[in-house]
């Protein structure tokens, strides 16, 4: 997930124009197209939900020909061979289909199905990456996840744009 420093992971009309840094840290690491598609090819599928899969489609679909399953209500039509609609039970659907079938499940984006992941203990760690900006207002990442959950840090990345990534392990 990537969040303002505030915690927001939107505006409140949905843009996340806001998201390109146009900041400055010379001790960061580059974050160039061979980092990027090095950390793309360790993925093998992802699940989001469809306001996410419809921001990736408006942006420039960056998932290539892995396997995505979008998850809605909505009757929507696929733009993709890779991408499968689903719903009803997450559990189900994680323990069940994805886990028995992939190694790196990623699940991008949403702040209603990231609690919905860290309180069906679905998810094993979270990354969210800190971009150098306070919105004051918006969308939060974290609203009324409803439990405690302790985490552990397990990596910290600076990047030369000034954004900041954090690796916490999920503490079962």
Known sequence: MVASLDGFIA???????????????????ELTEEYIAEFLRSIDCYVMGSQTY???????????????????ARNLAPDRENVEFCSGDLEKLVNGRLKPNYKNIWM?????????????????????SIMPIVLGDGKLFFDQIG?????HLKEVTA???????LTYEIRK
């Open 54 to 72: 419809e921001h990736a489609l408006e942006l420039g679909w960056p998932y290539g020909e892995v396997p995505v399953f979008v998850l809605t």
């Open 147 to 151: 439990q405690e959950r302790p985490l």
């Open 11 to 29: 505006k409140k009309d949905g843009s996340i124009s806001w998201m390109k840094s146009q900041d400055t840290y010379a001790q960061g690491v």
């Open 108 to 128: 991008v984006g949403g702040a209603a199905l990231t609690k919905d992941f860290i309180r069906l203990n679905l998810a094993d760690e979270i990354v969210i």
């Open 159 to 165: 990047y030369k744009d000034g954004m900041v990534e």
